[in-house]
Every structure is written in C-alpha cells, then in structure tokens.
T-cell receptor, first 115, second 110 residues
Framework: EPEVTQTPSHQVTQMGQEVILRCVPI?????FYWYRQILGQKVEFLVS????????KSEIFDDQFSVERPDGSNFTLKIRSTKLEDSAMYFC?????????????FGPGTRLTVT | KQEVTQIPAALSVPEGENLVLNCSFTDSAIYNLQWFRQDPGKGLTSLLLIQSSQREQTSGRLNASLDKSSGRSTLYIAASQPGDSATYLCAVNSGSRLTFGEGTQLTVNP
C-alpha cells in the first residue's frame, strides 16, 4: 500500500541553525501539507502546497519557514535559524486532486529537537 | 476560527466493552471529518473519513457518525481490544487545512 515517507526520523540541531525536513508524498497525489505537534499539544497546520505554490498557510508559517518541491518526488520544509520553540514532531501529508474531498495521508513524522 | 474539542480527554475500559468517543467543532461549514489513531511517539493513522454529506461511515469495528448542523461527531468502537489502546484524534477539513482536537487517550485493559 502506498505511503508517505519522511526523513530523517529524528533531527537534533543547535539553535540558530537551518534544517531541512524531507518528505516523499504518495506518487499520484497532488496536494501536500506540513503539520507540527509540539509535545503534549494539538497537531497544528502549517502549510498546504499545490501546483508548485503555497495554497494556504497558518499564522505559524512565518518567514522562518519555506517549502519546496525540488523534483518530482520530494517535498521539503526548511526552517531557517531554528529556535528552541521549534522543537516538535513535524508531519508531512498528501492527498489526491480535490483537496476538499479527499483523505489526507500522513507520514511517520520527523522529531526535531533544537538545543 | 474553527475550534475542535474532544471529550473525554482520557478513557480506560475493560476489554470487550463498547465505547464512544466524542468530537465537537464550532464552525459547521466543513468539507469532511477524519478520525485518526496515534500511538505514542508515532505518526497519524487515518481510520475513517466522513464527508459533510454523509451521516455515518463504518470500517470493521469502527463506526463514525457526523451531525454537521450541531457540530458533532462520534467514533464508536465495538468489542474493544488491548490493541485499540492509543490516542484518537478528530480533525475537520474546512478548506485545505485540517483542524485537530486534542485527542482522547484510550486504554483497554485485558
């Protein structure tokens, strides 16, 4: 069964460093998403991406964050100048063409620890 | 702004019991609602998707209902098993984003 994959599973970085989290969405999906979950808190939406551009972003997704689809398979989240409060589990998700109708499938997550 | 609330926050039941998890949302203008399962430190596994036009969706021992006008959904788990122990998350789709509740932590005791 097709699944969303994410690498790395755990990333440790120092405050102020840049990190790139990588995702491979399900191959025939056209909508891609990033969510995060701070330990003990709700899963929060960050950004959705379609046709090589951001379709929606939350108030969390400020200039520190960027997303890219560098090739036909990968979808990345870049965090510039990480802060302690960026420590969280980051989930990538994807869905088929009609974002309002179709199910979102989530990857296993990348645990980001900022020290 | 959409807000999603789940009750109870935690539930402990003996094996074999039927149980109901509740989810409520503030804005009834939704496209669909998904129920997820999350094991500790793991990702989100989609259990059921219920479209806004549907009242009910079933998968195995799971049954989800949706009352869009009142802003409520329930997840019914029949004949619970220890392997059902996990956190169950409700999420509503009001556009391209999912808005999640805080989850119900379920423990099924053998």
């Amino acid at each position: 069964e097709p699944e969303v994959t994410q690498t790395p599973s755990h990333q440790v970085t120092q405050m102020g460093q840049e990190v790139i989290l990588r995702c491979v969405p399900i191959s025939n999906h056209l909508y891609f998403y990033w969510y995060r979950q701070i330990l003990g808190q709700k899963v929060e939406f960050l950004v959705s991406f379609y046709n090589n551009e951001i379709s929606e972003k939350s108030e969390i997704f400020d200039d520190q964050f960027s997303v890219e689809r560098p090739d036909g398979s990968n979808f990345t989240l870049k965090i510039r100048s990480t802060k302690l409060e960026d420590s969280a589990m980051y989930f990538c998700a994807s869905s088929e063409a009609a974002r309002r109708i179709y199910e979102q499938y989530f990857g296993p997550g990348t645990r980001l620890t900022v020290t | 702004k959409q807000e999603v609330t789940q009750i109870p926050a935690a539930l402990s039941v003996p094996e074999g019991e039927n149980l109901v998890l509740n989810c409520s949302f503030t804005d009834s203008a939704i496209y669909n609602l998904q129920w997820f399962r999350q094991d500790p430190g793991k990702g989100l596994t989609s259990l059921l998707l219920i479209q806004s036009s549907q009242r009910e969706q079933t998968s195995g021992r799971l049954n989800a209902s949706l009352d869009k006008s009142s802003g409520r959904s329930t997840l019914y788990i029949a004949a619970s098993q220890p392997g059902d122990s996990a956190t169950y998350l409700c999420a509503v789709n009001s556009g391209s984003r999912l808005t999640f509740g805080e989850g119900t932590q379920l423990t099924v005791n053998p």
